[in-house]
Each structure stands twice: as structure tokens, then as C-alpha cells.
């Protein structure tokens, strides 16, 4: 599957623990990622500066089905059943 463009899910509802430029001490669950635009896309998506956690993720329909919405609601309960 393909990321959906614009989804963001994968940027706002996971814990990332690693530096973030412009977020280093990473970012906490829930928390909008300050390198996601407003068009929710990430803005250093292929730079060496992307986390690695970032990088590795791959969509799945069964984690990101077919609506941002259903992409967020997975990825908040994988965070919470992870803690």
C-alpha cells in the first residue's frame, strides 16, 4: 500500500524518541510533529535528518485502512497497548 498524501497519522499519534529537527528530545504521543506542514506532509521526508523510526515505518491497510481518520484511530491504540 501507499501512503494516502496528507494523512499524517504516522506524524501526530506515535511517540518518537529520537531528535527531531526542530524537536530534540523527540515528540510525545498525540503530539503534532513540528516537521509536518500544513498540508500534512513531512517536511524532511528523504533527508538524512528524518529519524530513523520515520524512515522505517511502511503503510499498511491494515493499520491505515482507508481514511486518515481510521489511520489515526490504529496508530493512537498501537501507542497505547505499546506504553
Same mark, same amino acid.
Given at each position: 500500500? =501507499?501512503?494516502?498524501?496528507?494523512?499524517? *497519522?504516522?506524524?501526530? *499519534?506515535?511517540?518518537?524518541?529520537?531528535?527531531?529537527?526542530?524537536m530534540p528530545h523527540g515528540k510525545p504521543a498525540g503530539v503534532r510533529c513540528i516537521q509536518l506542514n500544513d498540508d500534512n506532509l513531512c517536511d524532511i521526508f528523504?533527508?538524512? =535528518?528524518?529519524? *530513523?523510526?520515520?524512515s522505517a515505518f511502511i503503510a499498511e491497510h491494515s493499520i491505515c485502512g482507508d481514511s486518515n481518520e481510521f489511520a489515526l484511530q490504529q496508530l493512537i491504540e498501537l501507542e497505547d497497548i505499546t506504553r
Open positions: 500500500m =501507499e501512503c494516502r498524501l496528507g494523512c499524517g *497519522a504516522c506524524c501526530i *499519534a506515535p511517540s518518537i524518541t529520537s531528535a527531531i529537527p526542530g528523504g533527508s538524512p =535528518e528524518r529519524p *530513523a523510526v520515520c
